[in-house]
């Protein structure tokens, strides 16, 4: 069950369950927090996980303009303002680790630790910025769908298509209730990030990379593209870019080893 604040001006959904140390689970793009449906249960047993929708996507309001890294991250930062939550391990999924690495710059006293999956610190090539905008010119005149149905596959190994085609069709249609233009504008914003690489390899947070063995969006190579001495790194076999989906128990198990290290 999704409650609702008001925060950075805008409605945000968001799902909370456990008590204790809070982690914030942030989704990836053309997401929501269901994509954490199977990993919420398990964090909870010891944790307080909250797992907003990201503006734009799921349940969230749909503002206009560019949603750049740095407005995503203040509106977590509000949110835990609102929850009353001083300091949270934040993890990010694709897009929600942009958005955790833009955080993490900000606000590295709110953070007990914070982590990447499928993601990367590194910022868009020209040839990966110039598709994020051909993206938003497709949605414009061909609507959402057909962009998701090319985006979805691409998401997960090329193995589990065929053997997880339950799970690649809910995540199409969670693709498929992102408003338009809360792709749109999330594209925007995703081209014009930063490189973050610094953020990661100076923090003095324990941090947190998870990769995908067989990912055709962010290659591992990608995820750990920076060394420091406080971080856990693990390659998933068999998984692409959405190891919630495609193996929860081995990443609910990772993040778990991860919440409970004494750094």
Same mark, same amino acid.
């Given at each position: 069950?999704?409650?609702?604040?008001?925060?950075?001006?805008?409605?945000?959904?968001?799902?909370?369950?456990?008590?204790?140390?809070?982690?914030?689970?942030?989704?990836?793009?053309?997401?929501?927090?269901?994509?954490?449906?199977?990993?919420?249960?398990?964090?909870?047993?010891?944790?307080?996980?909250?797992?907003?929708?990201?503006?734009?996507?799921?349940?969230?309001?749909?503002?206009?303009?560019?949603?750049?890294?740095?407005?995503?991250?203040?509106?977590?930062?509000?949110?835990?303002?609102?929850?009353?939550?001083?300091e949270a391990t934040l993890l990010g999924h694709s897009l929600g680790g942009y958005v955790t690495l833009a955080f993490a710059d900000k606000y590295p006293e709110r953070l007990h630790a914070f982590g990447l999956i499928h993601s990367t610190g590194l910022p868009d090539t020209d040839?990966?910025?110039?598709?994020?905008?051909?993206?938003?010119?497709?949605?414009?005149?061909?609507?959402?769908?057909?962009?998701?149905?090319?985006?979805?596959?691409?998401?997960? @190994?090329? !193995?589990? +298509?065929?053997? /997880?085609?339950?799970?690649?069709?809910?995540?199409?249609? #969670?693709?498929?209730?992102?408003? =338009?233009?809360? @792709?749109? !504008?999330? +594209?925007?914003? /995703?081209?014009?990030?930063?490189?973050?690489?610094?953020? #990661?390899?100076?923090?003095?947070? =324990?941090?947190?990379?998870?990769?995908?063995?067989?990912?055709?969006?962010?290659?591992?190579?990608?995820?750990?593209?920076?060394?420091?001495?406080?971080?856990?790194?693990?390659?998933?076999?068999?998984?692409?870019?959405?190891?919630?989906?495609?193996?929860?128990?081995?990443?609910?198990?990772?993040?778990?080893?991860?919440?409970?290290?004494?750094?």
């Open positions: 069950m999704k409650k609702t604040c008001q925060t950075n001006g805008i409605k945000l959904a968001y799902q909370e369950q456990g008590q204790g140390k809070a982690v914030v689970l942030l989704h990836g793009f053309c997401g929501s927090s269901v994509y954490w449906e199977y990993i919420i249960p398990k964090l909870a047993k010891d944790c307080r996980v909250i797992a907003p929708d990201l503006r734009g996507h799921g349940d969230s309001a749909v503002p206009v303009g560019t949603y750049s890294m740095e407005l995503f991250a203040e509106d977590i930062k509000q949110l835990l303002d609102y929850l009353d939550i001083s040839e990966a910025r110039q598709n994020r905008y051909k993206g938003v010119e497709r949605i414009e005149q061909e609507g959402i769908e057909p962009f998701i149905n090319d985006l979805i596959p691409k998401l997960f @190994a090329k !193995n589990n +298509l065929q053997s /997880m085609k339950d799970t690649v069709e809910k995540a199409r249609q #969670i693709g498929f209730a992102t408003k =338009p233009e809360g @792709a749109q !504008n999330t +594209l925007k914003g /995703m081209a014009e990030r930063s490189n973050r690489n610094a953020v #990661i390899a100076n923090t003095s947070l =324990p941090v947190l990379l998870v990769a995908g063995a067989d990912d055709q969006v962010i290659s591992p190579d990608k995820t750990f593209s920076v060394e420091q001495q406080l971080m856990m790194a693990k390659t998933l076999p068999h998984v692409g870019h959405m190891s919630m989906y495609e193996d929860p128990a081995q990443l609910s198990e990772v993040i778990h080893k991860f919440l409970h290290s004494k750094w």
